[in-house]
């Protein structure tokens, strides 16, 4: 089979689900001189638009039978779709059997995903499944040579665009184009509906075969790095909307590492929902300082000093929408987005004068507790595993030391175990006040972070002029278990009195001795929260 450029389009076999511009389409079609054949409320809704339309079972000789399940699974439209014009003998076999060619399908499918995603009953979820549909649409994208397949009705105009330009005829390219995106649609068609089966039908979290599909959000500028190049997807069906659903206020396209860093910032904001005003400040997606207050505007000031250094270019997440003052104060130094679930007029206006700062406001918080699936590409495979969605609360901390923790101890080792959560392993976070005094992120060894957190407090004590580190009087949170006292005993040095730490180690004994004999307090969370 070899490609001819341009097919006039004759017949049309049109079989949508979504009837969006379906009627302008018809018109457009019939007024190029297409015969147009139909199915069921497609046909119907042709017809009452004044058009003439001819129903498949006048043409298969059949009609439609087992409530619509069987209807265009025939010769007389799979060989007018699959016949090779050129070949002689495809050529009689079409004179044999009177079977007419059809140049243009028009298809898209039964709503599996709006039937699954309204809580349906198993039985309308299965019958949801569309078979005739994919059928013809594979069909015809096999075929492009001399068939042109539409999927999508954000592609109508462009086909309206193709034959007016070609008088009525389609190009090669143009089919080849639509071809591919038809397979796409089935193979993401496919893939919902296996996983429906695997996850929801079957309850399978690791199903022997996994496919996903998703749909492209946009292009960007290029990747991690300026000789990579990026996109960015979006699911078929978004569970929980985040950045790409947000509206950009104003400031630049946003960038790979824009969206990877934001991303963290807002996903640790999220842990904040309905509590006191609170502010994230990441960088490489590290959070450099955390704070709630009373205020935004105060919880701005108290997380820019656990690390100013840090937080110049950084992103900026709130959990309330943004006020004046605190987006004035934000301006003051150089930031790349600030994310929020709103922001007063007073806000933009302030933002407004930065107009490179992008400015994204979101529908809400992401649910830090959702389920779902995060995976990671490595050579020769895919590592997935289900999402860090684990949490503890005050009741399910076990005290391991002599010395219980005091009230604001307490709150102070939750607020840091929450931010710690969200920082390179290994991690460690010192908090006093509902504020980081200092984040250690991302070394090779727990002592290493301990020193790195504490040393960030120490030159945050002397930028503002405080008598001594935030680390002083603080409790400190530990991703994983001390593997040794060395990492505590650092901690201890800084000031810090209060321990939070998943324990499990087998030095565990060693550990808490260490922690009596410096007077701290210590609580085993019972739960690990390494993030690579």
Not at 101 to 115: G, K, Q, S, W
Not at 283 to 304: M, R, S
Request: proline share 4%; aromatic share 6%.
């Amino acid at each position: 089979m070899s490609d001819v450029n341009d097919v006039t389009v004759k017949r049309a076999l049109l079989s949508v689900s979504d009837k969006t511009g379906l009627v302008e389409l018809g018109k457009s079609l019939a007024d190029h001189g297409v015969e147009l054949v139909s199915t069921g409320g497609t046909a119907k809704a042709l017809r009452e638009a004044g058009l003439a339309v001819k129903d498949v079972s006048e043409i298969t000789g059949f009609p439609e039978m087992m409530d619509g399940r069987v209807k265009t699974l025939h010769p007389m439209v799979h060989g007018g779709l699959l016949a090779v014009r050129d070949d002689p003998e495809h050529a009689a076999a079409m004179d044999a059997h009177g079977i007419g060619a059809i140049d243009l399908v028009v298809v898209n499918l039964y709503p599996f995903e709006d039937t699954v995603a309204k809580g349906a009953e198993r039985a309308e979820i299965i019958e949801n499944i569309d078979i005739g549909g994919p059928s013809m649409v594979r069909s015809a994208a096999k075929n492009h040579a001399y068939v042109t397949i539409v999927t999508d009705p954000a592609d109508y105009d462009a086909l309206a665009a193709e034959l007016g330009e070609r008088s009525g005829a389609t190009s090669s390219e143009f089919r080849k184009r639509m071809a591919a995106k038809a397979f796409a649609a089935t193979a993401a068609y496919d893939a919902a509906i296996s996983q429906w089966f695997a996850y929801a039908d079957q309850g399978e979290t690791f199903p022997e075969r996994r496919a996903m599909a998703s749909r492209l959000h946009s292009s960007l500028r290029y990747g991690e790095n300026p000789h990579q190049k990026a996109a960015l997807y979006v699911p078929q069906r978004v569970l929980s909307p985040g950045l790409p659903q947000a509206e950009q206020v104003q400031g630049k396209e946003l960038s790979y590492n824009n969206y990877n860093d934001a991303n963290a910032a807002l996903e640790l904001a999220g842990e904040f929902s309905g509590g006191e005003p609170a502010i994230v400040i990441v960088k490489h997606a590290n959070p450099c300082g955390v704070a709630q207050a009373e205020t935004l505007l105060e919880a701005w000031e108290a997380a820019l000093a656990c690390d100013s250094v840090s937080a110049f270019g950084g992103i900026v997440a709130a959990n309330r929408p943004l006020d004046g003052p605190t987006a004035e104060a934000i301006c003051k130094i150089f930031t790349e987005v600030v994310v929020a679930p709103g922001a007063d007029d007073d806000a933009r206006a302030a933002f407004a004068k930065k107009k490179n700062l992008r400015l994204l406001i979101t529908d809400g918080l992401p649910d830090p507790r959702r389920p779902g699936i995060s995976q990671v590409v490595i050579a020769g495979g895919l590592l997935v595993q289900t999402r860090d969605n684990g949490a503890i609360a005050a009741e399910d901390l076990k005290v391991v030391t002599e010395r219980e923790p005091t009230e604001q101890e307490l709150k102070d080792c939750l607020f840091a175990w929450t931010v710690a959560r969200h920082v390179k392993s290994n991690a460690i976070v010192y908090a006093k006040d509902g504020t980081t005094a200092g984040i250690g992120a991302g070394q090779m060894n727990r002592r290493d972070s301990s020193r790195i957190a504490a040393m960030k407090a120490a030159e945050a004590a002397e930028t503002y002029g405080w008598s001594e580190p935030r680390t002083k009087g603080s409790a400190v949170a530990s991703d994983a278990f001390f593997p040794f006292a060395d990492g505590l005993l650092a901690a201890a040095e800084a000031g810090a009195t209060a321990v939070i730490q998943p324990g499990g180690s087998i030095r565990d004994d060693e550990v808490i001795a260490a922690a009596n004999e410096a007077g701290l307090a210590m609580v085993f969370t019972g739960m690990r929260h390494f993030r690579h």
